[in-house]
């Protein structure tokens, strides 16, 4: 089991996660993030538990002491790839200085090896948008249809000293 402290007070840790943090926080979930898996089509429960069954999966609980307010992740794409992902309790909020404080240091953990990691959101979660983008994410400007959502893709590369983005693609030097 991995435990990373991400900060001393209020003590919040990163753990591998297990089902029992899914059982823990999917009915606790932000509206916003209520929002994301209903627009993909899945219950939060199905959300959180579904990536468990995905080969190569990462997915860690960040706790407040013993309790789960979030779970985060990647999993695998193609092309050295990896979709990263974020669904959180009101914790996250309530604890926001000190998790803000560590999250670039999470961030670059779930890049792992990954060259690329993305995602979309959607369109007005000015919150989550404002956030990925302070962790590195760039936003692509095109926007993508997710059954009737207008939703924009976030992306960020390994080594983002050496990037550049050309027609909305990150692009290596």
């Not at 999917?26 to 898996?37: G, Q």
Request: with cysteine.
């Amino acid at each position: 089991m991995i435990t990373i402290s991400l900060v001393d007070s209020p003590p919040l840790s990163l753990h591998h996660a297990t089902m029992q943090d899914v059982l823990d926080i999917y009915d606790n979930l932000r509206p916003n993030d209520i929002k994301e898996c209903e627009i993909f089509g899945f219950t939060p429960l199905d959300a959180l538990s579904h990536v468990f069954e995905i080969e190569g999966h990462y997915t860690y609980a960040i706790k407040k002491d013993d309790v789960c307010i979030a779970m985060c992740g990647t999993v695998p794409l193609e092309d050295g790839r990896g979709s990263v992902w974020m669904l959180g309790t009101e914790g996250i909020n309530t604890y926001a200085k000190p998790f803000v404080r560590k999250c670039k240091e999470v961030i670059t953990l779930l890049q792992g090896d990954y060259d690329i990691i993305e995602n979309i959101c959607p369109v007005g979660h000015d919150e989550t948008i404002m956030w990925l983008s302070w962790c590195g994410f760039v936003f692509h400007e095109q926007r993508e249809d997710v059954n009737g959502y207008e939703m924009l893709r976030f992306v960020r590369c390994k080594d983002e000293k050496s990037q550049a983005y050309y027609n909305q693609r990150p692009v290596y030097h």
